[in-house]
């Protein structure tokens, strides 16, 4: 009986409550794998060659899910696009991992047309050839090793993000995202549309501060004169005088 107890308690004592963040987490990726079905290639080597074909019971419901993966009804365009992905993939053993991992790719992508899966499919590839050359890179042992996987390197991240922007594009039909704000304007007065940048106010001379300003042009704004002060206070002693 003790071999027995001890047994039991050391599978409840294994047995841990889930976190907050563990059930969250958990539950995101039951949601997610309900949302998106896996879709996956199995690939087989016989007597006529390797044979690649979807990795589901239902070869039927396999071959569905992977042409809306690839964006495409037409058999022609999602055999091509298979053939294109397991050539750029790894060979013999890893061929089914590296060609399910770009199909993963795609997926996530979601090519909504044959367009769109043909550019999904080279990013795939420009990024697995970037991970390739980063390796290369990590293991140099001269320093013409390094230039030249530091330059395939920096070439092929630079395609990828221009990759990205063409998708994008693309699928927003070039148009450019124009944000409207309203503007209340005074009668009289002026919107300014831009950038508006501020100098700083220099000292101005005590004669140029008392001139009057120029008139604005297209406008029917006229400055008013600055009376001088020595001639108002002789017009006003005048004035007393006379009144005296």
Do not use: C
């Not at 050839?129 to 140099?140: D, E, I, N, Q, Y």
């Not at 990205?164 to 304007?185: D, I, N, P």
């Not at 002026?190 to 220099?202: D, H, L, P, S």
């Amino acid at each position: 009986m003790a071999p027995t107890k001890t047994r039991q308690h050391s599978e409840e004592k294994a047995f841990r409550e889930w976190t907050a963040a563990e059930r969250t987490a958990a539950s995101k990726y039951l949601a997610r794998s309900e949302a998106k079905p896996s879709v996956r290639f199995k690939v087989s080597n016989n007597a006529g060659g390797t044979q690649i074909e979807p990795d589901h019971p239902d070869k039927i419901i396999g071959q569905a899910l992977i042409m809306g993966a690839l964006g495409s009804a037409d058999n022609a365009f999602v055999d091509g696009i298979i053939n294109q992905l397991a050539n750029v993939g790894s060979n013999g053993q890893e061929l089914e991992r590296g060609l399910n991992f770009m199909l993963s790719v795609i997926n996530g992508i979601e090519p909504r047309d044959q367009l769109e899966t043909m550019l999904a499919a080279q990013m795939a590839a420009v990024h697995v050839a970037s991970m390739t050359f980063a390796g290369r890179l990590a293991h140099v042992e001269t320093v013409e090793q390094q230039d030249s996987a530091e330059r395939a390197f920096n070439k092929l991240t630079r395609t990828f993000a221009t990759q990205m922007e063409a998708l994008k594009r693309y699928r927003t039909g070039g148009e450019q995202k124009v944000t409207l704000q309203h503007v209340s304007v005074a009668e009289g007065g002026q919107a300014i549309v831009g950038n508006v940048t501020q100098a700083a106010r220099e000292k101005v001379p005590e004669k140029a501060a008392a001139s009057p300003p120029a008139a604005f042009t297209g406008t029917n704004i006229v400055p008013m004169p600055i009376a001088d002060e020595g001639k108002e206070r002789a017009f006003v002693e005048g004035r007393r005088k006379s009144a005296k």
